[in-house]
């Protein structure tokens, strides 16, 4: 099974973007899919989950409000709807799959056993 991330770019600070990701391969049934992002020099920290089939959504507090985060969990894609960006946006964004987890640790990054290859988002001031 392979994760394919998509939609990153260059935009300027209030500006959107849409990042969207879909599985190939194997079918498989994903608990939980995420958004993790990566800044230069700082750690991977997580930013956004939807339980599949359920569709409960999770957000970190620094992008609540802007971003949207949704799923079909048919297809196993995922998207993530990125509105008012900032210039600390700025990362590179990688989608996870996870099989059935614990509610609780949707914010792990271990929680993940599928990652896609990540995709660049740049917010210029």
């Known amino acids: 099974v392979q994760l394919q991330a998509s939609g990153g770019g260059l935009v300027q600070a209030g500006g959107s973007l849409r990042l969207s990701c879909a599985a190939s391969g194997r079918t498989f049934s994903s608990y939980f899919m995420a958004w993790f992002r990566q800044a230069p020099g700082k750690e991977r920290e997580f930013v956004a989950a939807v339980r599949s089939i359920v569709g409960t959504t999770y957000y970190a507090d620094s992008v609540k409000g802007r971003f949207t985060i949704s799923a079909d969990s048919v297809k196993n894609a995922v998207n993530l709807q990125m509105n008012s960006l900032k210039p600390e946006d700025t990362a590179v964004y990688y989608c996870?799959?996870?099989?059935?987890?614990?509610?609780?640790?949707?914010?792990?990054?271990?929680?993940?056993?599928?990652w896609g290859q990540g995709t660049l988002v740049t917010v210029s001031s």
């Open positions: 996870a799959a996870s099989g059935p987890i614990y509610s609780g640790t949707y914010l792990r990054e271990t929680s993940y056993g599928i």
